[in-house]
């Protein structure tokens, strides 16, 4: 099945995608799927293929209120819940997983500035990130320390009123491209106890950027290696007190983490309908595929898993929403359930395609290689396995 004649199935409801949802819920998802049928499932190979960072498309969803879904209103946030975020990112990233993964990074900074800024940087910095007039990236990963956070070497030595940053931070999503950096750095000794939240604008002298990384997916959003020399940032530019950084970057990626899983979960809707279609349309030994029980056995299997994992990502959503004290361990769940079994479901939907699902022409390549960073980004899967086990083992 060619790639334009698949745009539309993506828009499609199926499965019990809008179940349990209130009617506003449901409004919200029908906007995002038509907005990621209309507007980014007709580019998403072009941005793939030609690693466009599509400005102008994340502005017009911002329009729709997607720049800062889960920030308060009175600095131009949606003020929705994290289960409907959850809707819109599993909705949006059936056009493009890729773009959406990045709006929900650029989602986390500013809810991060809203959450933890004052009055003062809250209304300096959310209202032009929330319509996305300008774009944020998260800074915590270091050449040295990827799963190991907490030994983060970036420097910021206090002079005055200011702050001389030095060091770099590896694969930041929209490196280079982006306005503002919330950057994890070291303020005090060693440990996450010495941990500090920066935010810089781009301008900033000292400020560098390394090359555009060549990745296997994630293509239209860059991604860059972020230098400091020597960068002065204002005290005032400090989220939270001195320390209190690592508490803010975990706190951030426990929403990070059902976000990502969302838009697993959208990835892999998409990739079951592309199955569905192409199963009724190609023939083999004279009937199609479709009649093949082994590939409807595996079809099904494909949208439970698709329906177990929604379910276990809109829980921990609920929870992380309502601040239940076992938050953090369901999100570490449902990022680890979510981003295994959806690689798998659009990894078995290619396989499905049989030699088609490994043209570009087909967008299943697409999901499969878009959502395969999931697993490893947001912390690795083998982490989210160390907070699960340590938590029951505490217990």
Known sequence: LPRDRQVAFCSLPAFPASAGLTEEQKEFQKVALDFAAKEMAPHMAEWDEKEIFPVETMRKAAQLGFGGIYVKPDVGG?????????IIFEALSTGCTSTTAYMSIHNMCVWMIDTFGNEEQRHKFCPSLCSMEKFASYCLTEPGSGSDAASLLTSAQRKGDTYVLNGSKAFISGGGDTDV???????????????????????????????????????????????????????????????????????????????????????????????????TVRKQFGEPLANNQYLQFRLAEMA?????????????????????????????????????????????????????????????????????????????NEVMRMIVARNLLQG
């Open 181 to 279: 950096y919330v950057v994890m750095c070291r303020t005090g000794g060693p440990g996450p106890k010495g941990i500090s939240c920066l935010v810089l604008e781009k301008g900033t002298p000292g400020l560098s950027f390394g090359k555009k990384e060549k990745k296997v997916g994630w293509n239209s959003q860059p991604t860059r290696a972020v230098i400091f020399e020597d960068c002065v940032v204002p005290v005032g530019n400090r989220l939270g007190a001195e320390g209190q950084g690592f508490s803010i970057a975990m706190k951030g990626l426990n929403g990070g983490r059902i976000n990502i899983a969302s838009c697993s979960l959208g990835a892999a809707h998409a990739s079951v309908l592309l199955a569905q279609e192409h199963l």
């Open 78 to 86: 949606s003020g929705l819940s994290r289960l409907d975020t959850s």
């Open 304 to 380: 439970t898993r698709l329906v177990a994992a929604r379910l276990m990502v809109r829980n921990a959503a609920r929870a992380l929403q309502e601040g239940q004290e076992d938050a953090a361990v369901l999100c570490s769940m449902a990022k680890l359930f979510a981003t295994d079994e959806c690689f798998a479901i659009c990894n078995q939907a290619l396989q499905m395609h049989g030699g088609y699902g490994y043209l570009k022409d087909y967008a299943v390549q697409q999901f499969v290689r878009d959502i395969r960073v999931h697993q490893i980004l947001e912390g690795t």
